[in-house]
């Protein structure tokens, strides 16, 4: 059995050498030490998504394990992994939840958000300039500006943003003891219940308010347990995964400067957040799915209710799905199906929003500061530690 991840070694590194090294479908050890499959090549995973509520269910009460005594009570994951949020519905359930949702979270809202992103980008650009030649990029762009835009959605006030960027933070690293997590999880949970319960009684101009309005033909609303648990799978997602997929764009940019100044110079950022996204995704694991009945996934025989990690991280770089140099950054690449947002009923909510912020992030990076470098080795950067999501915690660069 491989642990996952594999000491010294990245997240994505391991989940891609044991797709290479042991196949499509691989017995793993998640932290705490249970026992679990990692699912890592593009068929496979787009095979268990297109069966997605009706063959493979995303709801803890499938997982057999954790139900009868082999997994002990304080494991290190199991507050993450028995969220009750949209990410763990089912068929209707899901599906209500989710138009209810989509009632408020529009289009046309999205659409709304492109000018703040840019004023907020700008101010966060000029901020950088006065630090002087070098600075973390992360800390002065890359993180600032996801959580920002996220907060203000949601009406999260300005004085709340760095708490609950540090509760998200603790709850994504997989070595956080169990019961800091658990502490940590009621923490955020009591914030965003004070905050549905503020937004009732107060209505603003934001999303909690949106949601707090929302209903379909027949009436039906989200309660407040539901609309916590809304806000934070929507939180929890909407800005630590972007906090990434910028900064690891950034690195696979300034690591092969043809690509970058291709970039540039077909003002060609679109393609840059897909190829990054298909290849450089800050979702590497996907926790859990659970077979409904005994399946056979890549040629591997899998009983009911084991637990699949789906390997998100090695779909888009997989040489039978996007040929031989599939590791390779390439924004001039044929468009072709990536799974970075996943696919089917559960495709991600926040997938327009997350194009919007990254591309916007891009270009405006580069053109404020088209000479920008690293400045550090692109091997030396540390990332974070986490079971499911994947990005430098720093990213030093020369502005000039």
């Not at 949020?85 to 009632?103: F, Q, S, T, V």
């Not at 770089?317 to 924004?331: I, K, L, Q, S, Y």
Request: aromatic content about 6%; glycine content about 8%.
């Amino acid at each position: 059995m491989h642990p996952l991840p594999s000491p010294g070694e990245r997240l994505s590194q391991t989940v891609r050498r044991l797709r290479e090294e042991a196949g499509p479908v691989v017995p793993v050890e998640l932290p705490g030490g249970v026992a679990a499959w990692l699912v890592a090549s593009y068929d496979a995973v787009n095979e268990i998504l297109a069966h997605d509520s009706d063959l493979y269910s995303n709801d803890p009460r499938n997982f057999t394990a954790l139900h009868d005594g082999t997994i002990a009570a304080d494991w290190p994951l199991r507050y993450m992994v028995q969220a009750d949020h949209l990410l763990m519905k089912d068929g209707a359930e899901h599906r209500r939840l989710r138009g209810l949702i989509n009632r408020a979270f529009t289009p046309a809202l999205v659409h709304a958000l492109e000018p703040r992103i840019r004023t907020l980008a700008g101010e966060l650009l000029d901020r950088m300039a006065a630090e002087g030649g070098r600075v973390d990029l992360v800390r002065h762009y890359t993180e600032p500006l996801p959580v920002t835009v996220i907060c203000e959605l949601f009406g999260v006030p300005a004085q709340d943003r760095g708490q609950v960027r540090d509760w998200i933070k603790t709850l994504v690293a997989f070595g956080t003891a169990s019961p800091e997590l658990a502490k940590t999880g009621a923490e955020l949970g009591a914030y965003l219940s004070a905050h549905v319960r503020w937004r009732r009684r107060e209505p603003g101009d934001d999303l909690t308010t949106a949601l707090c309005l929302a209903r379909d033909e027949d009436g039906d609303r989200l309660i407040d347990d539901e609309l916590v648990w809304v806000l934070w799978a929507m939180m929890m997602s909407g800005h630590e995964t972007t906090v990434h997929l910028i900064t690891n764009a950034v690195v696979a940019l300034c690591s092969d400067r043809a690509q970058l100044d291709a970039a540039i110079a077909g003002d060609g950022w679109a393609e840059v957040v897909e190829e990054t996204l298909r290849s450089r995704g800050s979702v590497v694991n996907a926790l859990c799915r659970y077979p409904l009945r005994d399946v056979r996934i890549g040629g591997v025989s899998v009983p009911a209710g084991q637990a699949l990690v789906i390997g998100f991280g090695a779909t888009g770089t997989d040489p039978a799905r996007f040929g031989e140099d599939a590791e390779r950054f390439d924004v001039s690449r044929a468009p072709e199906a990536h799974l970075g947002f996943g696919r089917g009923e559960h495709f991600c909510l926040g997938a327009p929003l997350a194009r919007l912020e990254v591309g916007i992030a891009l270009s405006m990076l580069f053109t404020r500061f088209p000479g920008l470098r690293l400045a550090v080795d692109a091997g030396d950067l540390d990332y974070t530690s986490s079971i499911s999501t994947e990005g430098p915690t720093e990213l030093p660069v020369l502005l000039r």
